[in-house]
């Protein structure tokens, strides 16, 4: 095998062909090997006869052609002097080989066939080159050939050039043989069969090639069995990665190993994968193993035991179970999911938590079909029935399905996923004016609440926005244009001439709006808060006391992990009212609405409240 043979192959109709060990590559390629220009021109043109010979013979019996492979030169012998002047005249004999189906013929015997063939497809050469010397031989004399050990053929092609190979027959023969060299060349003793898959002698175009081994064990003493056929089959295999390397052919190589004796054991047991193999493999090489069975089976000979036989039987029982829990499976588990997981993704569009299969088919009737009126009842009821159908399998009540059950639930299932994309493009119709409406009501509020800050009730929010808010610096110039486009947005979605992808861009804008807003007034908010506050020191320790309009509110300790807080109404006289505990959320409630003093004004009867509170010996601090 030379280093160019090594090299992967991209094409398998146009690979580059060997002659006398030398590539015929395509042109252009020729100038880059180191052989004299009178070769090259040779080689370029026993390339261009040999593809101008394919094309020939195609024409005229296209389906038939199943590989055309230049053949290696014969290896030279030592004859008598008469012979030696005929071997002398095959010095420039190109040497052909045609490989013709013959699986359906039916009009004429095989040896007609091959005759017949023959003499075409010999003119054919003839008319291309004289020395052009053919050799056709039948699919099934191939195959007998094995049969019978001859193997001389298989070798021949290993090392030839495949000029047309539609079938991969002539890559999956040189592989295999490639591997069964390497494999004999290191295990010699323990191969008994290497055999190719039935399908590769039967003009069947196959995405893999597949061979099997069987390994003889019988004598093995250093090891366990099993052992020996995993470390063996490893080293076969990573034979085979080479193998396919080396060649350069890239369809799977997929090789099975067995040993003898468990080889014996399955086929005693009528193991149906054995009795194909035994029956439509052919042996590439055999010790006397393979063949003898393969007979013995063809005459019935070789018959299962009954053990085999009720074995078989249970295992087809035992399969038959296995397909009723499948098809339980499917229609109480998977067909119940399918429906469920898609209500729960409905409900979560809507805006509920994912919820629990318990709780989907409540809240798909609750909210869908009476509260939104957007489901009719019957599709609450497909669901219960598959949920219901779920739960007595799952409880042993159920333990078989039928097949007018499978097609009961496969008709509902596709009405509930059609009826539940509608739902969907509803759902989201909805979504989007509940989208609209917050984000227009949200900006509303938030320009109000601003206004009312500077001392502006709003009557035209726009323009006073504008004048108040904008024209002042207050707010950058950009919010007054948003603030403009939630309100056509508005407008339009009214009008039916807004897009969804609009909707959400002005989303996003006003969501920034209402954010930027909020800040602004907690800024002002927080400002005039820190007018209210009066902060007092009490031995160690800071309280705290805000006074609002109408209310005092009251921290003890400042820096307590949990702070208590109290709140008093501010009685008519300037004092305060009964003290009560209160939340922190009491407090911002509060101070959201109320307004916040400009001055702090401390009343003597506030004063002496606060001494009561926190002692007489109080450090006061107001903010001003």
């Given at each position: 095998?030379?280093?160019?043979?090594?090299?992967p192959?991209?094409d398998k109709?146009?690979?580059?062909?060997?002659a006398?060990?030398?590539?015929?590559?395509?042109p252009?390629?020729?100038?880059?090997?180191?052989?004299?220009?009178?070769?090259?021109?040779?080689l370029?043109?026993?390339?261009?006869e040999?593809?101008?010979?394919?094309?020939?013979?195609?024409?005229?019996?296209?389906?038939?052609?199943?590989?055309?492979?230049?053949?290696?030169?014969?290896?030279?012998?030592?004859?008598?002097?008469?012979?030696?002047?005929?071997?002398?005249?095959?010095?420039?004999?190109?040497?052909?080989?045609?490989?013709?189906?013959?699986?359906?013929?039916?009009?004429?015997?095989?040896?007609e066939?091959?005759?017949?063939?023959?003499?075409?497809?010999?003119?054919?050469?003839?008319?291309i080159?004289?020395n052009?010397?053919?050799?056709?031989?039948l699919?099934?004399?191939?195959?007998?050939?094995?049969?019978?050990g001859?193997?001389?053929?298989?070798?021949?092609?290993?090392?030839?050039?495949?000029?047309?190979?539609?079938?991969?027959?002539?890559a999956?023969?040189?592989?295999?043989?490639?591997?069964?060299?390497?494999?004999?060349?290191?295990?010699?003793?323990?191969?008994?069969?290497?055999?190719?898959?039935?399908?590769?002698?039967?003009?069947?175009?196959?995405?893999?090639?597949?061979?099997?081994?069987?390994v003889?064990?019988?004598?093995?003493?250093?090891?366990?069995?099993?052992?020996?056929?995993?470390?063996?089959?490893?080293?076969?295999?990573?034979?085979?990665?080479?193998?396919?390397?080396?060649?350069?052919?890239?369809?799977?190589?997929?090789?099975?190993?067995?040993?003898?004796?468990?080889?014996?054991?399955?086929?005693?047991?009528?193991?149906?994968?054995?009795?194909?193999?035994?029956?439509?493999?052919?042996?590439?090489?055999?010790?006397?193993?393979?063949?003898?069975?393969?007979?013995l089976?063809?005459?019935?000979?070789?018959?299962?035991?009954?053990?085999?036989?009720?074995?078989?039987?249970?295992?087809?029982?035992?399969?038959?179970?296995?397909?009723?829990?499948?098809?339980?499976?499917?229609?109480?588990?998977?067909?119940?999911?399918?429906?469920?997981?898609?209500?729960?993704?409905?409900?979560?569009?809507?805006?509920?938590?994912?919820?629990?299969?318990?709780?989907?088919?409540?809240?798909?009737?609750?909210?869908f079909?009476?509260?939104?009126?957007?489901?009719?009842?019957?599709?609450?009821?497909?669901?219960?029935r598959?949920?219901?159908?779920?739960?007595?399998?799952?409880?042993?009540?159920?333990?078989?399905?039928?097949?007018?059950?499978?097609?009961?639930?496969?008709s509902?299932?596709?009405?509930?996923?059609?009826?539940?994309?509608?739902l969907?493009?509803?759902?989201?119709?909805?979504?989007?004016?509940?989208?609209?409406?917050?984000?227009?009501?949200?900006?509303i509020?938030?320009t109000?609440?601003?206004?009312?800050?500077?001392?502006?009730?709003?009557?035209?929010?726009?323009?006073?926005?504008?004048?108040?808010?904008?024209?002042?610096?207050?707010?950058?110039?950009?919010?007054?244009?948003?603030?403009?486009?939630?309100f056509?947005?508005?407008?339009?979605?009214?009008?039916?001439?807004?897009?969804?992808?609009?909707?959400?861009?002005?989303?996003?804008?006003?969501?920034?709006?209402?954010?930027?807003l909020?800040?602004?007034?907690?800024?002002?908010?927080?400002?005039?808060?820190?007018?209210?506050?009066?902060?007092?020191?009490?031995?160690?320790?800071?309280?705290e006391?805000?006074?609002?309009?109408?209310?005092?509110?009251?921290?003890?300790?400042?820096?307590?992990?949990e702070?208590?807080?109290?709140?008093?109404?501010?009685?008519?006289?300037?004092?305060?009212?009964?003290?009560?505990?209160?939340?922190?959320?009491?407090?911002?409630?509060?101070?959201?609405?109320?307004?916040?003093?400009?001055?702090?004004?401390?009343?003597?009867?506030?004063f002496?409240?606060?001494?009561?509170?926190?002692?007489?010996?109080?450090?006061?601090?107001?903010?001003?």
């Amino acid at each position: 095998m030379s280093n160019n043979d090594k090299k992967p192959k991209e094409d398998k109709q146009n690979q580059p062909l060997m002659a006398n060990n030398i590539p015929l590559s395509a042109p252009g390629d020729l100038k880059d090997l180191k052989i004299p220009e009178e070769v090259k021109k040779k080689l370029e043109k026993l390339k261009d006869e040999l593809y101008k010979f394919k094309d020939s013979i195609l024409k005229k019996f296209d389906k038939y052609i199943l590989g055309i492979t230049l053949l290696p030169p014969p290896m030279p012998q030592k004859l008598g002097e008469e012979k030696e002047k005929k071997e002398e005249l095959k010095k420039d004999q190109i040497n052909v080989l045609v490989v013709v189906d013959d699986t359906d013929s039916t009009t004429m015997s095989k040896l007609e066939l091959k005759d017949k063939l023959s003499k075409v497809i010999e003119k054919s050469a003839e008319e291309i080159n004289k020395n052009l010397k053919t050799e056709i031989k039948l699919l099934s004399e191939l195959r007998e050939d094995c049969y019978d050990g001859k193997y001389e053929v298989l070798r021949d092609i290993a090392v030839s050039a495949p000029v047309y190979d539609p079938k991969d027959l002539l890559a999956a023969l040189r592989i295999s043989e490639l591997h069964k060299n390497m494999v004999l060349q290191r295990f010699d003793k323990y191969i008994v069969s290497y055999v190719a898959a039935g399908s590769l002698f039967r003009n069947e175009k196959s995405g893999d090639i597949d061979v099997y081994l069987i390994v003889d064990d019988t004598d093995v003493k250093r090891m366990p069995r099993i052992e020996l056929k995993d470390r063996l089959g490893g080293i076969i295999r990573s034979m085979g990665a080479e193998a396919s390397m080396i060649t350069g052919i890239k369809k799977s190589f997929h090789i099975q190993v067995y040993i003898l004796t468990d080889f014996w054991e399955s086929v005693k047991e009528a193991n149906p994968v054995i009795y194909t193999f035994l029956r439509d493999g052919v042996p590439l090489f055999d010790r006397g193993v393979f063949m003898p069975w393969k007979l013995l089976l063809e005459m019935g000979r070789i018959r299962p035991s009954q053990e085999a036989i009720d074995m078989q039987m249970d295992i087809g029982e035992k399969l038959l179970e296995r397909v009723k829990a499948r098809l339980l499976s499917i229609v109480s588990e998977d067909l119940y999911y399918a429906a469920l997981n898609p209500t729960q993704a409905a409900l979560m569009l809507y805006g509920v938590p994912p919820p629990t299969p318990k709780e989907t088919v409540k809240l798909l009737e609750e909210i869908f079909v009476k509260k939104e009126k957007l489901l009719e009842k019957k599709y609450v009821d497909i669901l219960e029935r598959i949920r219901k159908y779920y739960k007595d399998v799952e409880h042993g009540k159920i333990k078989e399905v039928t097949g007018r059950d499978i097609d009961q639930f496969l008709s509902d299932i596709r009405d509930y996923f059609a009826r539940l994309k509608k739902l969907f493009a509803e759902i989201e119709k909805k979504s989007e004016i509940k989208k609209i409406e917050e984000m227009y009501e949200g900006a509303i509020s938030i320009t109000k609440d601003v206004l009312r800050l500077e001392g502006k009730e709003s009557e035209n929010l726009i323009k006073d926005f504008e004048n108040y808010l904008i024209k002042t610096n207050k707010i950058p110039e950009k919010y007054l244009q948003i603030l403009k486009t939630i309100f056509k947005a508005k407008n339009e979605f009214k009008e039916g001439t807004i897009i969804k992808q609009e909707i959400q861009k002005v989303w996003v804008e006003a969501s920034n709006y209402i954010r930027t807003l909020v800040e602004y007034v907690q800024r002002r908010r927080g400002y005039e808060l820190e007018r209210a506050k009066i902060r007092i020191k009490y031995g160690n320790k800071y309280g705290e006391v805000i006074l609002l309009d109408n209310i005092v509110f009251i921290t003890k300790d400042v820096d307590a992990k949990e702070k208590e807080i109290h709140k008093a109404d501010i009685t008519k006289e300037g004092g305060m009212g009964k003290i009560t505990g209160c939340k922190l959320e009491e407090i911002e409630e509060h101070l959201a609405k109320a307004k916040i003093p400009k001055r702090v004004f401390l009343k003597e009867k506030i004063f002496e409240d606060i001494k009561s509170i926190f002692g007489k010996d109080v450090e006061i601090l107001v903010s001003s």
